[in-house]
């Protein structure tokens, strides 16, 4: 996105450096990185950085309004609806497409978003890793809002194990050791001093969980939540049988809350209205479908890593769908091919960490990562074989 620096890193690259990079990247835990990391970060001019930022505070604007959760209370679905709900979620992550607008110009569209966890420790690592081997460009930064790798680090410590002992808070996935985002859970460990857990090594007594730490029965009295409870349903019977203790009055604090989930999702998009947030609707809302439908994508409310996503929209598809409630129809933007590489250009979405502290009126944001492609779509299954793609960060102009 700057020429000059775009220029400069590719020229500089070579594929012993990056090489020599995976490797030490790999060395933290050896084993726990399957997704493919991507040769370059995406160096953001500070004009671009700002319409994120002004687009993500115009949506909290949005969240933090006392009204918002009528406006979402029919976003979780009532079997998925967990007791306990605090006041907000702990953590927003915003997906932005780098386009291109009608005037050629490029300018960020929002994808989705989520009240829920990403990245944030991995991050970390690889943003230490990248800087030994690459050079990070003067008078720019991965972190935002005055953070650095110290206080960031720090902030999410305060909101994941807040007033508890590191010792009672974990962090909780359904097979936390056999994820693709596995590494994430092992720097977590590595950064808070918490564990990861299992949710078939959860022990209940009474309304009270506990785990096994170094073979002694332990009170968990928080719980870092990873578990994508779309996923949990599509998990066998047995595992969805353990799994209903989780909808359970239990005495412990979520961070985030599974509703969260759902309130800060794809349902919260068509309550957005901003330049750079596609136009989305209900579909059940829909009273014409209009009349350029592929210029737009049809995607369900519920779905769990974009699975049932229509990206080429025709009647036939909306003749298909029994519950228009569940649905929504977005305009489609239209990816920058932005990114210079050795080959052909990439595409690119950047995600925004928002952390929200508890007793802070609003999220505040702190950091980032990128996605490379040259598929239809980001994500793995559209860009096997390629190069310069895959999962890195961002440099903001300062």
Not at 10 to 25: D, G, I, P, T, V
Not at 177 to 186: G, H, L, P
Not at 286 to 292: E, G, R, S, Y
Not at 345 to 371: C, H, Q
Request: some cysteine; overall charge negative; charged content about 25%.
């Amino acid at each position: 996105m700057i020429p000059a620096l775009r220029k400069a890193y590719n020229e500089a690259f070579s594929k012993e450096k990056y090489e020599a990079f995976l490797s030490e990247l790999n060395e933290a835990h050896p084993g726990a990185i399957e997704f493919r990391v991507a040769e370059t970060p995406v160096f953001v001019p500070r004009n671009f950085k700002n319409k994120m930022l002004d687009a993500c505070e115009s949506i909290v604007d949005v969240i933090v309004d006392p009204g918002f959760k009528a406006l979402t209370q029919n976003a979780i679905p009532p079997h998925l609806r967990v007791p306990g709900e605090n006041g907000h979620t702990h953590f927003i992550a915003f997906d932005f497409g780098i386009c291109i607008n009608e005037a050629g110009e490029y300018e960020p569209q929002l994808i989705e978003m989520q009240g829920f966890p990403t990245l944030f420790a991995y991050e970390v690592l690889l943003e230490d890793v990248f800087g030994k081997h690459f050079a990070p460009p003067p008078d720019f930064d991965c972190y935002l809002n005055g953070y650095n790798r110290e206080s960031y680090i720090q902030l999410l410590k305060e909101i994941i194990v807040g007033a508890q002992n590191p010792e009672n808070v974990i962090l909780l996935e359904i097979f936390s050791r056999q994820q693709k985002t596995r590494i994430d859970f092992y720097c977590t460990e590595d950064y808070l001093g918490i564990q990861m857990v299992c949710r078939a090594e959860l022990i209940k007594k009474g309304n009270q969980l506990l785990y096994r730490k170094d073979g002694k029965l332990t009170a968990i009295q928080r719980i870092y939540n990873r578990i994508i409870f779309d996923e949990l349903q599509q998990q066998s019977p047995e595992v969805q049988e353990k799994g209903k203790i989780l909808f359970e009055n239990l005495d412990v604090e979520w961070c985030p809350h599974p509703n969260w989930f759902y309130r800060i999702s794809k349902y919260t998009l068509p309550l957005i209205k901003h330049p750079y947030v596609p136009a989305t609707y209900y579909l059940n809302e829909v009273k014409q479908i209009p009349a350029d439908l592929e210029y737009y994508v049809l995607k369900p409310l519920f779905s769990f890593a974009g699975q049932g996503v229509v990206i080429d929209v025709k009647q036939e598809d909306m003749d298909k769908v029994n519950d228009p409630e569940n649905w929504i129809l977005q305009r489609k933007v239209k990816y920058a091919d932005v990114i210079q590489t050795p080959d052909v250009p990439a595409k690119a979405e950047i995600r925004m960490f928002y952390f929200w502290k508890d007793g802070d009126a609003r999220p505040v944001a702190t950091n980032n990562l990128s996605r490379l492609s040259k598929g239809k779509m980001i994500g793995v299954r559209y860009n096997k074989d390629k190069e310069w793609v895959g999962e890195n960060f961002c440099y903001f102009e300062k």
